[in-house]
């Protein structure tokens, strides 16, 4: 019936992976629509969830276009950190979520993430360095902790104890001011702490004292 008043699918269409016809078709295929099934079963939430679960793509959006069309709009997930599970590390996509596909040898330059609920708060890591990317270059890894905020444990062994994840930005200013004013990567530190709006406590490596 569906056919013979023109309401069977006739064009499904993938738009946004232009420059990656590969992607465009595995997205294609997993949509699991064929020309001719019935426009009215061709559920857009189900629709999105297939294509989400390649992994291969972000900000999936699935439309019915009547009478005949499936359009499906998707980025091209990117690249955007590394992540160890305990056991070995993986890639983690710009949307927090692990990219199985890919090789983490393909990418060593991404920052580098450990400990429980790390990958879905990257994406907000990287936000917060997007003004100030050369901070990366001091950094060998960010550690999560509890949840709520990052340790950055830069390249000399200093912990720098960024704030819970709403004041994780002006954390990161901060750092950023306090390296350019007093080099403090080059400094024998064992920790800063900037866990304290407005404040600042360092730890020189063998003491317990703590300066502000």
């Not at 997007?130 to 709520?148: C, F, N, Q, S």
């Amino acid at each position: 019936i569906s056919r013979s008043v023109g309401l069977s699918v006739d064009t499904v269409e993938v738009i946004g992976l232009e420059h990656q016809p590969s992607t465009a078709r595995e997205i294609k295929i997993a949509a699991m629509i064929e020309p001719g099934e019935n426009m009215f079963r061709a559920d857009p939430h189900v629709i999105r969830r297939r294509v989400e679960d390649t992994r291969l793509v972000a900000n999936v959006r699935v439309y019915r276009r009547w009478p005949d069309t499936v359009m499906i709009y998707a980025d091209a997930a990117e690249p955007s950190a590394l992540w160890h599970n305990g056991e070995d590390w993986a890639v983690v996509d710009n949307l927090g979520r692990l990219m199985t596909r890919a090789k983490p040898a393909d990418n060593p330059s991404l920052v580098k993430s450990v400990g429980e609920g790390a990958p879905e708060a990257v994406p907000a890591l990287n936000t917060a360095f997007a003004d100030m990317p050369e901070l990366t270059a001091y950094i060998d890894h960010a550690k999560r902790v509890a949840g709520r905020r990052w340790d950055l444990v830069l390249n000399t062994g200093t912990i720098v104890k960024l704030p819970s994840d709403e004041d994780l930005k002006d954390g990161i200013a901060m750092f950023a001011r306090l390296e350019k004013a007093g080099e403090l990567t080059r400094r024998p530190l064992q920790a800063i702490d900037l866990r304290v709006p407005g404040r600042v406590f360092l730890t020189p490596y063998g003491s317990s004292r703590v300066e502000e």
